[in-house]
């Protein structure tokens, strides 16, 4: 009878999973539907323009604001789907436009200068933009309160002169115009919906008597109605210029061919990832794994409800996204473990282990955090996608992997199923519980002085090869033009050298990426002429699309401050947090590590010769975030066994060491699956994802190996020798109170 309540009770857990389930599989190819892709998805070209005043005065921030506005409205003529604008800086206007054909009209409506006239109803000209001041429009009221416009005047003598002449027409309008088309626009035809944003015209004015001085111009306006009719006004008569400084064009097969090959990618990954969690940890495996279908749902689901554009980079932040998802349970299951092994019954176990885990997983994800914001403050285009997608993927995964698994996995512990079949619940066996130890044998500390030199070793190799060698900088890095030829027949580098040199381009590098494929860099920053006819050179002798991506020097030395700037503050920032959370001895050996790392990535790429891009930053980024992630987990366990084992009274050397094998051998089993986990996507998007993200995988993928690495025997060691110097010294009285932070507990989380 007993049983048959057991049965009835884990009923309504499991009903709740299914539904679950299936309301995510059913919404998930909706939501994947409606999002934006970028141009890396789906084609298109994209444009950095440089915006400066025409007399070299200082460009103020409505300049900028309403040189915005005007391309905004520019794009619409463009009948584009999605444009994507942006302001960057103090002095950049960045413009994306997929599946744009003809890229020359773009660029000329988008760069041309905004043309503000005044005509009479017929559609004649009466006055240009130099009859106001520029930027003379301004928001005002007329003498009831309501909102109008303020237009200062330039000239007001032929001012004067025209408003007198149109006062004693029959209907007594002045039209004002943005981009008036002759043959095109007309009043008669705009009437209807002038002011409205489809339209060029932009508002019809009665004029009474002439005017010699500033005039408003009244009517039904609300607020936000002046507010836009001023800066379309302004932006008629903004002294401004625009340099186009980089551009990017991609092809729609190339875009398509991107899209499949990554998409492809992950979502093997995903599966190989969750048919392992099952297989390691049985029936919270499968949980876990409902769980990576919820995080991925919500994360896209998310993205497309803030207007994000899914890029390359993007996907490759949801998939690494998933590797940080997994770890977060992996903790949770580690400790639920560790409580069974050291003889807790089934419920206490889960309990305690859920407890014990919380605040490591905060931890670990507000580190990878300060990276991710650093990383969207500095960065830009699709780095600030990527930055984006690995914000929302952290956030997700505190929602979904230690809320929302934590509290369907509560009601089958509740229930009482799995009381007495804990191997089916979460892999433990009887092995696990004979009190045997895992990795009792190894000593990490008394090996650590091999790692350390082979540290060493690596570092002087890697600091040899920067000094003789370099890196392999990238057009990001050192401006220029990248190329990629596409064709559906065989491409030779000897004849695609060749056709370089008719050019008379200086080639830098020039590669394979297979028979059909090649990728190269030439110096020369392309014009929008030469990249034009690049395209129709090698269209026409290959039957080959081109990828063109141009960067000139302005660009090049933004994105070398940005780079160095990242580094720096992601760094400060992940010190104070870890000094603060745990202690300044903690800091240093946890950012020696994310340095260790770096720099081995560095000399890595240097030493191979791959090229330095700017993914690559984000790569390095990540990395750090990724690593002290990594490291938190170790010193949390370091922390609390320090209080367990010595009651944080350390006497030697000895006791510090012993404090360190212990938490590593703890840990061990948790770093090496998580590690795993995270590779698999990795893996999987180099060999079978986009080339364009090929660079960031392989960095990722070492820099994972390299932060496992360093925060087992490096970080812990830089530890020992700091706390080591400490011993016997009067402990410092701190700002803040040390005592233990007493956890609320949250019913479905951890009680």
Same mark, same amino acid.
């Given at each position: 009878?007993?049983?048959?309540?057991?049965?009835?009770?884990?009923?309504?857990?499991?009903?709740?999973?299914?539904?679950?389930?299936?309301?995510?599989?059913?919404?998930?190819?909706?939501?994947?539907?409606?999002?934006?892709?970028?141009?890396?998805?789906?084609?298109?070209?994209?444009?950095?323009?440089?915006?400066?005043?025409?007399?070299?005065?200082?460009?103020?921030?409505?300049?900028?604001?309403?040189?915005?506005?005007?391309?905004?409205?520019?794009?619409?003529?463009?009948?584009?789907?999605?444009?994507?604008?942006?302001?960057?800086?103090?002095?950049?206007?960045?413009?994306?436009?997929?599946?744009?054909?003809?890229?020359?009209?773009?660029?000329?409506?988008?760069?041309?200068?905004?043309?503000?006239?005044?005509?009479?109803?017929?559609?004649?000209?009466?006055?240009?933009?130099?009859?106001?001041?520029?930027?003379?429009?301004?928001?005002?009221?007329?003498?009831?309160?309501?909102?109008?416009?303020?237009?200062?005047?330039?000239?007001?003598?032929?001012?004067?002169?025209?408003?007198?002449?149109?006062?004693?027409?029959?209907?007594?309008?002045?039209?004002?115009?943005?981009?008036?088309?002759?043959?095109?626009?007309?009043?008669?035809?705009?009437?209807?919906?002038?002011?409205?944003?489809?339209?060029?015209?932009?508002?019809?004015?009665?004029?009474?008597?002439?005017?010699?001085?500033?005039?408003?111009?009244?009517?039904?306006?609300?607020?936000?109605?002046?507010?836009?009719?001023?800066?379309? @006004?302004?932006?008629? =008569? /903004?002294? %401004?210029? +625009?340099?186009?400084?980089?551009?990017?064009? !991609?092809?729609?097969?190339? $875009? &398509?061919?991107?899209?499949?090959?990554?998409?492809?990618?992950?979502?093997?990954?995903?599966?190989?990832?969750?048919?392992?969690?099952?297989?390691?940890?049985?029936?919270?495996?499968?949980?876990?794994?409902?769980? @990576?279908?919820?995080? =991925? /749902?919500? %994360?896209? +689901?998310?993205?497309?409800?803030?207007?994000? !554009?899914?890029?390359?980079? $993007? &996907?490759?932040?949801?998939?690494?996204?998933?590797?940080?998802?997994?770890?977060?349970?992996?903790?949770?299951?580690?400790?639920?473990?560790?409580?069974?092994?050291?003889?807790?019954?089934?419920?206490?176990?889960?309990?305690?282990?859920? =407890?014990?885990?919380?605040?490591?997983?905060?931890?670990?994800?507000?580190?990878?955090?300060?990276?991710?914001?650093?990383?969207?403050?500095?960065?830009?285009?699709?780095?600030?996608?990527?930055?984006?997608?690995?914000?929302?993927?952290?956030?997700?995964?505190?929602?979904?992997?230690?809320?929302?698994?934590?509290?369907?996995?509560?009601?089958?512990?509740?229930?009482?199923?799995?009381?007495?079949?804990?191997?089916?619940?979460?892999?433990?066996?009887?092995?696990?519980?004979?009190?045997?130890?895992?990795?009792?044998?190894?000593?990490?500390?008394?090996?650590?002085?091999?790692?350390?030199?082979?540290?060493?070793?690596?570092?002087?190799?890697?600091?040899?090869?920067?000094?003789?060698?370099?890196?392999?900088?990238?057009?990001?890095?050192?401006?220029?033009?990248?190329?990629?030829?596409?064709?559906?027949?065989?491409?030779?580098?000897?004849?695609?050298?060749?056709?370089?040199?008719?050019?008379?381009?200086?080639?830098?590098?020039?590669?394979?990426?297979?028979?059909?494929?090649?990728?190269?860099?030439?110096?020369?920053?392309?014009?929008?002429?030469?990249?034009?006819?690049?395209?129709?050179?090698?269209?026409?002798?290959?039957?080959?699309?081109?990828?063109?991506?141009?960067?000139?020097?302005?660009?090049?030395?933004?994105?070398?401050?940005?780079?160095?700037?990242?580094?720096?503050?992601?760094?400060?920032?992940?010190?104070?947090?870890?000094?603060?959370?745990?202690?300044?001895?903690?800091?240093?050996?946890?950012?020696?590590?994310?340095?260790?790392?770096?720099?081995?990535?560095?000399?890595?790429?240097?030493?191979?010769?791959?090229?330095?891009?700017?993914?690559?930053?984000?790569?390095?980024?990540?990395?750090?975030?990724?690593?002290?992630?990594?490291?938190?987990?170790?010193?949390?366990?370091?922390?609390?066994?320090?209080?367990?084992?010595?009651?944080?009274?350390?006497?030697?050397?000895?006791?510090?060491?012993?404090?360190?094998?212990?938490?590593?051998?703890?840990?061990?089993?948790?770093?090496?699956?998580?590690?795993?986990?995270?590779?698999?996507?990795?893996?999987?998007?180099?060999?079978?994802?986009?080339?364009?993200?090929?660079?960031?995988?392989?960095?990722?993928?070492?820099?994972?190996?390299?932060?496992?690495?360093?925060?087992?025997?490096?970080?812990?060691?830089?530890?020992?020798?700091?706390?080591?110097?400490?011993?016997?010294?009067?402990?410092?009285?701190?700002?803040?109170?040390?005592?233990?932070?007493?956890?609320?507990?949250?019913?479905?989380?951890?009680?």
């Amino acid at each position: 009878m007993k049983k048959n309540m057991k049965k009835k009770t884990i009923f309504k857990p499991l009903l709740v999973v299914i539904i679950i389930t299936l309301v995510t599989l059913l919404m998930m190819p909706s939501v994947l539907k409606n999002l934006k892709f970028g141009l890396d998805l789906q084609g298109g070209f994209e444009v950095l323009y440089k915006v400066s005043t025409i007399d070299d005065s200082e460009l103020t921030k409505d300049m900028l604001t309403n040189t915005y506005k005007t391309m905004l409205k520019r794009i619409d003529v463009l009948g584009v789907s999605e444009p994507v604008i942006t302001i960057e800086g103090n002095d950049k206007i960045r413009v994306q436009l997929a599946g744009v054909t003809n890229q020359d009209e773009a660029r000329n409506i988008l760069s041309s200068a905004a043309t503000l006239t005044f005509r009479d109803s017929n559609d004649k000209l009466l006055m240009d933009s130099d009859v106001l001041k520029s930027g003379g429009a301004k928001v005002s009221t007329d003498s009831k309160g309501i909102p109008a416009v303020s237009l200062s005047v330039n000239k007001k003598d032929e001012f004067y002169r025209i408003t007198n002449k149109i006062s004693k027409t029959e209907d007594k309008l002045i039209v004002i115009w943005l981009d008036f088309e002759e043959g095109v626009d007309s009043f008669k035809k705009e009437q209807s919906k002038c002011g409205e944003n489809d339209s060029n015209c932009l508002s019809a004015a009665t004029v009474s008597e002439g005017f010699a001085s500033d005039v408003i111009i009244q009517g039904n306006f609300k607020q936000e109605e002046v507010k836009s009719l001023v800066e379309l @006004i302004n932006s008629g =008569s /903004l002294p %401004t210029k +625009l340099e186009e400084i980089s551009s990017k064009t !991609v092809t729609a097969s190339f $875009g &398509i061919d991107s899209l499949e090959k990554t998409a492809k990618a992950g979502l093997i990954a995903v599966i190989v990832i969750m048919i392992s969690l099952t297989l390691i940890y049985r029936f919270s495996g499968i949980i876990a794994s409902i769980g @990576i279908l919820i995080y =991925s /749902l919500l %994360t896209f +689901l998310i993205f497309w409800l803030f207007g994000g !554009v899914l890029t390359l980079p $993007g &996907i490759a932040a949801t998939v690494l996204g998933i590797g940080m998802a997994i770890d977060a349970n992996i903790i949770n299951f580690a400790r639920i473990k560790d409580e069974l092994e050291d003889g807790s019954n089934f419920q206490t176990a889960y309990k305690k282990g859920n =407890s014990n885990s919380l605040l490591t997983i905060l931890d670990a994800n507000i580190t990878t955090l300060i990276a991710a914001i650093v990383l969207f403050v500095l960065g830009e285009s699709s780095i600030k996608g990527f930055a984006t997608m690995l914000i929302i993927s952290i956030f997700v995964t505190m929602f979904v992997m230690v809320f929302l698994t934590r509290l369907l996995l509560n009601g089958f512990v509740k229930s009482g199923f799995f009381d007495n079949k804990q191997n089916l619940f979460i892999g433990i066996t009887k092995k696990d519980l004979s009190g045997k130890k895992r990795f009792e044998k190894l000593e990490f500390v008394k090996s650590s002085k091999f790692f350390i030199a082979l540290s060493l070793i690596c570092i002087i190799a890697g600091m040899v090869s920067l000094f003789t060698m370099g890196l392999n900088l990238g057009v990001d890095f050192k401006g220029g033009s990248s190329i990629t030829i596409k064709s559906d027949n065989e491409l030779k580098l000897e004849n695609i050298k060749n056709d370089i040199k008719k050019f008379d381009y200086e080639l830098v590098s020039i590669e394979n990426i297979d028979k059909k494929t090649v990728d190269l860099r030439i110096g020369d920053s392309l014009t929008n002429k030469e990249v034009e006819k690049v395209n129709k050179y090698f269209k026409e002798k290959y039957e080959a699309s081109t990828d063109i991506g141009v960067i000139s020097n302005i660009v090049r030395d933004e994105l070398v401050k940005n780079a160095l700037l990242s580094i720096i503050i992601a760094s400060f920032g992940i010190i104070i947090y870890v000094s603060l959370r745990f202690k300044f001895s903690y800091a240093v050996g946890g950012v020696a590590a994310l340095f260790h790392d770096a720099f081995m990535i560095i000399a890595l790429f240097s030493l191979l010769k791959f090229e330095v891009s700017s993914i690559f930053i984000a790569a390095i980024l990540t990395i750090i975030g990724y690593s002290i992630n990594d490291t938190i987990v170790i010193f949390d366990r370091i922390k609390e066994n320090l209080k367990k084992m010595y009651n944080n009274k350390i006497t030697d050397k000895e006791q510090l060491s012993d404090v360190v094998n212990t938490s590593l051998r703890q840990t061990l089993t948790r770093s090496i699956i998580t590690t795993v986990a995270t590779l698999i996507p990795v893996v999987f998007l180099i060999f079978m994802g986009s080339h364009e993200i090929f660079i960031f995988n392989v960095a990722l993928l070492f820099g994972l190996v390299a932060g496992s690495y360093s925060s087992i025997f490096i970080a812990s060691q830089i530890w020992i020798y700091i706390e080591t110097k400490e011993i016997g010294k009067p402990k410092k009285k701190k700002w803040y109170d040390e005592k233990e932070i007493e956890e609320k507990r949250i019913k479905g989380i951890n009680s």
